[in-house]
């Protein structure tokens, strides 16, 4: 727009630098994808960055608004882009960080490889849809290979916040590189981030204990499971659960004597758990034995707020 450049319309060219130099910048992913669309509605031409673009370097003198006993800018100072006070330039740079750190750990990585039972990505999909995670809508990121670059580039990924694994069709070949790429991604957590859930059965706590070598021994128990008070407490995520959840579905639990020492049951019956995390160093290991695959629309409410509750347990 006009009076910011002593008072003509930034040409194509100009506006091209800017953009260009600000994406070479920036992280925020939604930024990326909007800003080249604005460009193409404006100029007609798509944004198109060489890698050689540099700061503006013109020389301008502003106007002040109202300049009546007001000084613009002095002929030969350079201004910062877009006409920006160094305070304001300070400020927008600030506001930038602070929206890049709201975007942090605010997604869930979902494996939807050759492995994978089909049909869960959708499922699970349209639950994670309605739900929050740490008080923001989830955002659902999907990965469909389990080699070591595709783990590192998902465990590395600044929004990683929980790295979710389906029930899968048959037991999965995990790189080794991959398997200590996962457990550092939960040694390093922090409260927002260093989560990897587990939704399934037997097979998946066998994956668990390849990845964590844990001994644990999967055991199926008719329901209902019932809420483990000793570990629901009055700011857990799990506190405004139901004191129960029916059995639906396939429903194959932890049996909890080979669980590690540090191990939290949520839901369980008969030393059986189906609902669990475990601490491992700063991060955690969760696991809800259910796969919603064989579970009807109006009866998975109770085991989607499960899911809900584990991906934020702190």
Avoid at 13 to 30: D, I, N, P
Avoid at 62 to 89: C, D, F, I, R, S
Avoid at 167 to 196: C, L
Avoid at 221 to 241: C, I, M, T, W
Wanted: glycine fraction near 10%.
């Amino acid at each position: 727009s006009g009076g910011k450049w002593g008072g003509d319309r930034l040409t194509e060219g100009q506006v091209r630098g800017m953009a260009c130099e600000y994406l070479a910048k920036t992280r925020v992913e939604s930024h990326r994808e909007l800003l080249p669309k604005l460009f193409a509605q404006k100029f007609g031409v798509p944004l198109l960055c060489t890698g050689a673009e540099r700061p503006l370097s013109h020389v301008q003198t502003l106007a002040v608004a109202g300049g009546a006993g007001k000084e613009g800018v002095k002929e030969g100072a350079k201004e910062p882009p877009g006409g920006a006070t160094k305070e304001e330039k300070a400020k927008e740079d600030d506001e930038e960080e602070e929206e890049e750190d709201e975007n942090k750990d605010r997604s869930v990585y979902l494996y939807v490889g050759k492995d994978a039972r089909p049909g869960f990505q959708y499922k699970m999909e349209d639950i994670l849809a309605q739900q929050k995670l740490r008080g923001d809508d989830v955002e659902v990121k999907t990965f469909q290979s389990l080699d070591k670059e595709a783990i590192r580039a998902v465990t590395w990924a600044p929004d990683c916040g929980v790295l979710m694994f389906p029930p899968f069709y048959s037991f999965p070949d995990i790189h080794a590189m991959a398997r200590k790429d996962i457990r550092n991604f939960v040694r390093t957590g922090t409260q927002d981030k260093g989560t990897v859930m587990f939704v399934g059965g037997d097979l998946e706590v066998g994956v668990i204990n390849y990845l964590f070598d844990f001994e644990i021994h999967p055991k199926y128990v008719a329901g209902p499971y019932y809420k483990n008070q000793r570990y629901v407490h009055g700011d857990s995520p799990f506190e405004a659960l139901p004191d129960m959840v029916p059995e639906v579905g396939n429903v194959y639990g932890m049996w909890m004597p080979s669980l590690p020492p540090n191990s939290r049951s949520f839901y369980d019956s008969f030393g059986v758990s189906v609902a669990c995390c475990i601490r491992y160093d700063l991060g955690r290991i969760c696991f809800l034995a259910q796969d919603f695959l064989d579970v009807l629309k109006d009866e998975e409410a109770p085991w989607s707020e499960l899911v809900e509750a584990m991906i934020n347990y702190e």
